[in-house]
């Protein structure tokens, strides 16, 4: 097999599979989420520009954004772990495949900073004396700074470099001399390309191609229910000691087998703290608007609520729940969605009566409280 049929053939598969599984998403209800928060966000963000003062330093929030993109990298390589014995007589014939995974990532690792560009870039023409020419520039800067992340990883190479290199654009941008970030953004993709490797490193590029695809599982098991996906547990030795105070009770195995599981899943308190946190800058962004902060919490709760609910069915791919046969499982599950769903609540009202002082939120709390019942009767 030539070069272009292995990348032609390997391409088309992940994005069939790609393509599936965001068809699933989209039929769980993920188009309607996505629309509902994205239409919440532009409405509070809107009003914060309208808002903002004329001196608000946005050179720092621009440079800032230079060094926050190169923190974040990740890389296909569309291979599979038969690859490592049926390709191994083709390395040395591959040099073609490697090429087309490369411009793959850069294209990926460019595209990926259009978005923060562009919301950030509305503030920065609002507070900044700037050019159509000087936007270009530093958008195409952002999006070498977007490639060397992706290629730094393929290429094995270590992340320091690409973090040194984005800070020094970076702090060009913040004392406004943004014009000249992209010769540090050039110099840092020419010393990449001077370090790249002659040879396709199979095991590592299989292993980096299982950790993007265990990424994208991860985020579509939210909304879906993904049997491939391999899931990663912490202690949090305090969340677990106040779970085992749960007494020695048959009735009450599934509930500690199932809060055990989620606090100790990064699935499930990841996600409450992310999407809490979200819920807080947004809240915070609306605070002139109370009816914008009641809002928030409705929204994000919701949202968590939603999500949880293929975290509770995953549980059930253990074995031991369905050996067990004590219990209500059911009942269990509901009862992670209510705590989880009440906790997060409570937090979101707090931050809404410190930020917005307004008696409203407490109704948005009630709507939240009513939303996060509702899935949990679904289970």
Known sequence: MTSSALWRTRYQAAMAEMTKYTRYMANGGLLFTVYFVVLYGLVVYGRFLDQIDP??????????????????????????????????????????????????????????????????????????????????????????????????????????????????????????????????????LLTLHLKKQEQLPLMEWITLEQESRDRFYRIANWFVDVPRLSTTYKRRRLLSHLVEKIGFDQKRTFDYLYMKQFIRSTDGIGLIVRLTLIGAVFMWLAKDSGWLVTLAIPAFSGLTSFQLAPFTRAIDSHLLTRLLPFGDAVSSKRKVIRVASFLQVMVLTLAGVILSGEVTVFVGAIVALGIGEYYARKK
């Not at 014995?85 to 014939?93: G, N």
């Not at 700037?130 to 060397?148: D, K, N, P, Q």
């Open 55 to 188: 001196d608000f330093p946005g050179h720092l929030l621009m440079g800032g954004l230079f060094i926050l993109l190169a923190f974040y990298r990740s890389a296909r390589t569309f291979l599979v772990e038969a690859d490592q014995v049926f390709l191994l007589p083709s390395l040395p014939r591959l040099d073609g495949y490697m090429k087309r995974v490369r411009v793959y990532n850069a294209l990926y690792g460019m595209i990926r900073v259009i978005l923060p560009f562009l919301a950030v870039s509305v503030l920065y023409v609002r507070t900044e004396q700037t050019t159509a020419g000087e936007l270009i520039l530093l958008f195409v800067s952002l999006g070498m700074i977007g490639a060397a992340a992706n290629l730094s990883k393929l290429e094995g190479i270590s992340h320091r470099i690409v973090l040194l290199y984005a800070t020094g654009a970076g702090v060009l941008v913040m004392l406004d001399m943004g014009s000249f970030s992209i010769v540090v953004t050039s110099l840092l």
